[in-house]
């Protein structure tokens, strides 16, 4: 009997998503709206991350609920986004009441895309809105929509030898537990088939054909003492979010989302680099009663095959 069953990741009570983008452009938005109650925690673990509200995931700050993720491209200028995704949920009266206003809680990480596309056009606040608007119909997709729409992989040597990457999603459920992971791959390193360990996307090979190894080439400039050409090492981000209906803390929910990061591990190499940003986000959206250890092993299972369909629909 199967005891891990694959489901669409809207079968989650409570969550809507919903991308924009500029496909000319090559950016775009996705977010996660929460219908009700939402519990998070987060884990940075690359060195350059793009981030608006985070701190209001950390177990040190009030224990106040989210209304809504921001995935996105434009690197920091893409967090106007959220402007628009404020304006969207004030507009519905949705936010934290303070007795004067009611302020929606909105945390967003951005990928750097400015090298994909043109660098002048970045998501705003109308991009934002739109993609609240989107997910209404709660109908997500993968690949090169939403903020995944200029994700790359392999850029070791910069854009000329890197790969598309885009948006994954992929959700499951064991018994009343359910788990759902969204991400955009826009990794330094490449990413590999954690069940064959193939290098599926990354650096392309000098003469096109094929892969290098992002790890080998960085051990070779290292014994060489070749410089790089910094720009081309700033450029990277692999942002993400877990979704489940268990129903845990603050503090269990960073717990949550640290454990997801194996996810990014056993995918991606080299990772967390300080030439990435990488950022999980964790939301608990439900009651359902389950173990922390079982709920965060699987979070990693959930996060490792929706960075492989980041890949197979880019």
């Given at each position: 009997m199967e005891i891990m069953k694959?489901?669409?990741?809207?079968?989650?009570?409570?969550?809507?998503?919903?991308?924009?983008?500029?496909?000319?452009?090559?950016?775009?938005?996705?977010?996660?709206?929460?219908?009700?109650?939402a519990c998070a925690g987060v884990d940075i673990s690359g060195g350059g991350p793009a981030s608006r509200e985070t701190p209001l995931a950390s177990p040190l700050t009030a224990d106040n609920p989210l209304n809504a993720i921001v995935l996105s491209g434009g690197s920091a200028f893409g967090l106007a986004a959220s402007e628009g995704v404020m304006r969207y949920l004030e507009e519905r009266g949705i936010g934290f009441d303070t007795g004067f206003a009611k302020v929606p809680l909105v945390c967003q990480s951005c990928i750097y895309d400015l090298g994909c596309g043109s660098s002048k056009v970045r998501p705003d606040a109308a991009m934002g809105y739109a993609a609240c608007a989107d997910a209404e119909k709660n109908a997500p997709s993968c690949g090169s929509v939403g903020g995944g729409t200029g994700a790359t992989v392999g850029k070791l040597y910069g854009m000329e030898r890197s790969m598309k990457a885009g948006l994954g999603i992929h959700a499951v459920a064991v018994g009343h537990l359910k788990m759902g992971a969204v991400v955009i791959v826009n990794a330094l390193g490449d990413v590999f088939d954690p069940q064959t360990g193939k290098q599926?996307?990354?650096?392309?090979?000098?003469?096109?054909?094929?892969?290098?190894?992002?790890?080998?080439?960085?051990?070779?400039?290292?014994?060489?003492?070749?410089?790089?050409?910094?720009?081309?090492?700033?450029?990277?981000?692999?942002?993400?979010?877990?979704?489940?209906?268990?129903?845990?803390?603050?503090?269990?929910?960073?717990?949550?989302?640290?454990?997801?990061?194996?996810?990014?591990?056993?995918?991606?190499?080299?990772?967390?680099?300080?030439?990435?940003?990488?950022?999980?986000?964790?939301?608990?959206?439900?009651?359902?009663?389950?173990?922390?250890?079982?709920?965060?092993?699987?979070?990693?299972?959930?996060?490792?095959?929706?960075?492989?369909?980041?890949?197979?629909?880019?």
């Amino acid at each position: 009997m199967e005891i891990m069953k694959e489901i669409p990741i809207t079968e989650i009570e409570g969550l809507r998503i919903g991308n924009a983008q500029n496909e000319e452009a090559r950016t775009g938005v996705t977010v996660l709206l929460f219908d009700r109650w939402a519990c998070a925690g987060v884990d940075i673990s690359g060195g350059g991350p793009a981030s608006r509200e985070t701190p209001l995931a950390s177990p040190l700050t009030a224990d106040n609920p989210l209304n809504a993720i921001v995935l996105s491209g434009g690197s920091a200028f893409g967090l106007a986004a959220s402007e628009g995704v404020m304006r969207y949920l004030e507009e519905r009266g949705i936010g934290f009441d303070t007795g004067f206003a009611k302020v929606p809680l909105v945390c967003q990480s951005c990928i750097y895309d400015l090298g994909c596309g043109s660098s002048k056009v970045r998501p705003d606040a109308a991009m934002g809105y739109a993609a609240c608007a989107d997910a209404e119909k709660n109908a997500p997709s993968c690949g090169s929509v939403g903020g995944g729409t200029g994700a790359t992989v392999g850029k070791l040597y910069g854009m000329e030898r890197s790969m598309k990457a885009g948006l994954g999603i992929h959700a499951v459920a064991v018994g009343h537990l359910k788990m759902g992971a969204v991400v955009i791959v826009n990794a330094l390193g490449d990413v590999f088939d954690p069940q064959t360990g193939k290098q599926v996307a990354g650096l392309r090979a000098r003469d096109g054909q094929g892969f290098s190894n992002t790890c080998q080439e960085m051990y070779r400039i290292g014994e060489q003492r070749e410089q790089l050409d910094p720009k081309l090492t700033k450029t990277n981000t692999t942002i993400g979010a877990i979704v489940t209906n268990a129903r845990f803390s603050k503090a269990e929910m960073n717990k949550i989302a640290s454990m997801a990061r194996a996810g990014y591990a056993r995918c991606i190499n080299p990772v967390g680099t300080l030439a990435d940003g990488d950022t999980i986000y964790a939301v608990s959206l439900g009651t359902v009663s389950a173990n922390i250890n079982i709920a965060g092993t699987l979070a990693a299972e959930v996060m490792a095959a929706a960075i492989q369909k980041a890949i197979q629909f880019a």
